[in-house]
């Protein structure tokens, strides 16, 4: 990226969108809209209710030229919403911002975080915590952190809403992999693709609210916060309902996808992608072709350094091994 004013280079905010709560997509669309780094292009993702949706953007800015809806009705969920918003975006774009349709930004968030793609790929801020329509602060800060590739491939530390990152970026991300298992997220991806490239920033400013309601598809409890209990009674509740049946070697298939196979999905995408030395040494950690060594000490290795919780260390190397073990291939 070039040391370009940032206010004078328009760049793209992608928003998806999903039967939004009227009040709070309003919200978000205003703040958006008063943002004091004012040249971009906000592009509204509608996963189906195109007509609704457009009508809403309309209410809330008016005929604001830098606002406008891409309309599919087919549904595909929010990962490949956003993957469909990003392929609106020139990969020569100076920077892209991604945007949830329920948070509300600071006015200068974008003014604030772009300038830092000087020294990074990709860049979050952090958000404060709040539900709605208590207005409740949960907390004062998500205190997201710069770690490692490793161990960011093992605990995602980026939510794409806090994030702005380098239109480049999208030439090695763009088409998104494709994972059967629950973990698959946008924003994951994302950052490892920039961890692996052209690297990861945090900068340590609240530049929105996070908002937290009983619509979220996603909230903040989701993260790699979860204590032990809530971590078992999702895997007994992803078991039960999956369709190779119960037993031992469902409960293997279960702790893999949370984890350990997702991650080897996105390293052998990017193997294919980017060829370089860091993504080599991800490969014989996470890919398919690991090497178990090797992937044991660099999983150890982050829990040590503190850099991922000891449960995402255990969840990944207890799913990885009982998964081989009862006979499951690494493809899941």
Not at 201 to 208: G, H
């Amino acid at each position: 990226m070039t040391s370009t004013d940032p206010a004078s280079v328009p760049g793209f905010i992608v928003l998806a969108a999903y039967r939004p709560p009227a009040e709070l997509f309003s919200r978000q669309l205003r703040s958006i809209q008063a943002q004091t780094l004012t040249a971009f292009q906000c592009v509204i993702v509608a996963d189906g209710g195109v007509d609704e949706v457009r009508g809403q953007v309309v209410d809330a800015v008016g005929t604001d030229e830098r606002f406008r809806v891409v309309g599919f009705e087919e549904r595909v969920g929010f990962y490949s919403n956003f993957e469909r918003g990003l392929e609106e975006v020139p990969s020569d774009a100076p920077w892209v911002a991604l945007s949830d349709q329920d948070d509300e930004w600071r006015h200068d968030k974008l003014a604030i975080l772009v300038p830092a793609l000087e020294r990074a790929a990709l860049v979050s801020g952090q958000a404060r915590v709040v539900t709605y329509p208590e207005g409740v602060v949960v907390s004062a800060s998500t205190q997201r952190r710069a770690v490692t590739a490793p161990a960011l491939v093992l605990e995602n530390q980026f939510s794409g809403a806090l994030c702005v990152f380098r239109g480049s970026l999208l030439r090695t991300a763009l088409p998104f992999p494709r994972y059967t298992g629950p973990a698959q997220v946008h924003d994951h991806w994302l950052a490892v693709c920039a961890a692996a490239t052209g690297g990861i920033a945090v900068v340590d400013t609240v530049v929105q609210d996070y908002v937290q309601h009983s619509a979220n598809v996603l909230g903040e409890a989701d993260t790699a916060r979860l204590g032990w209990r809530q971590t078992l009674r999702r895997r007994r509740d992803a078991v039960r309902t999956d369709t190779q049946g119960a037993g031992p070697r469902a409960v293997a298939r279960s702790i893999y996808l949370v984890n350990a196979g997702w991650a080897e999905v996105m390293i052998d995408a990017l193997g294919t992608r980017v060829v370089r030395a860091p993504v080599q040494q991800l490969a014989a950690a996470f890919g398919s072709h690991r090497r178990s060594g090797r992937t044991v000490q660099t999983v150890i290795g982050a829990a040590r350094r503190r850099e991922i919780s000891a449960r995402s260390a255990a969840v990944y190397l207890v799913g990885s091994a009982l998964w081989t073990l009862t006979g499951g291939d690494r493809r899941g």
